[in-house]
């Protein structure tokens, strides 16, 4: 709705109800392409993704240049038993996952563990680019520690606490960031599936 843009001409003319910017266009559209794909087994996974492949132009004047930049992500993890016992008849089961993501000058890495007790579940998360990156010379780059907690009851509902700690520059006057998920997880039984389940870590 071009009626609600806001130029900077227009406060600087007093609130103008006009913008002297010209060759703006009321709307545009364009082809975004995404590519992904996964390789998974019962306690192994690992993917990638890629968006904008294409770059589109998604400016809003006749002659702008506006590309978004090609968004990537690669993921992967690992489950297993740390009690001694078979992977499917263990009581106590650990996951070891990570995740890279970037586009343009940003990115992120994130690498966490969680252990699965029976109906319980906690673990621990670090984000950041302590080694590849820094701040300022001399200065790592380190974003958060998180730390979660949860339960399942019996009807598949389950309830998780997380905190994000904040390590980075901005230390602790941020206040860190609380999140509490409510998950349902409808039963395999409840009818015959044509697909495999994919696994997915519980957090």
């Not at 992977?87 to 563990?113: E, H, N, P, V």
């Not at 990156?133 to 009807?155: D, R």
């Amino acid at each position: 709705d071009p009626s609600g843009y806001l130029f900077a001409d227009q406060v600087i003319r007093d609130n103008a109800p006009r913008t002297i910017e010209t060759g703006m266009m009321d709307n545009t559209s364009y082809l975004d392409m995404a590519f992904g794909g996964l390789y998974y087994s019962e306690q192994f996974w690992v993917g990638a993704s890629v968006n904008h492949i294409n770059r589109p132009n998604t400016s809003l004047f006749l002659e702008g240049d506006a590309r978004i930049d090609m968004r990537t992500a690669v993921h992967g993890g690992y489950r297993f038993a740390i009690d001694g016992f078979d992977y499917r008849r263990s009581d106590t089961r650990m996951t070891i996952a990570t995740l890279y993501k970037a586009q343009g000058k940003w990115d992120q890495f994130d690498l966490g563990a969680y252990i699965d007790h029976n109906r319980l579940t906690a673990g621990i998360w670090y984000r950041g680019l302590p080694v590849v990156k820094a701040y300022e010379p001399g200065y790592g780059n380190n974003e958060a520690m998180i730390l979660m907690m949860g339960f399942e009851t019996e009807q598949q509902l389950r309830f998780v606490y997380s905190y994000d700690i904040t390590i980075s520059k901005l230390s602790m006057r941020s206040g860190g960031a609380h999140e509490i998920s409510l998950v349902y997880e409808w039963p395999r039984q409840a009818k015959k599936r044509r697909h495999r389940v994919v696994p997915c870590p519980k957090f």
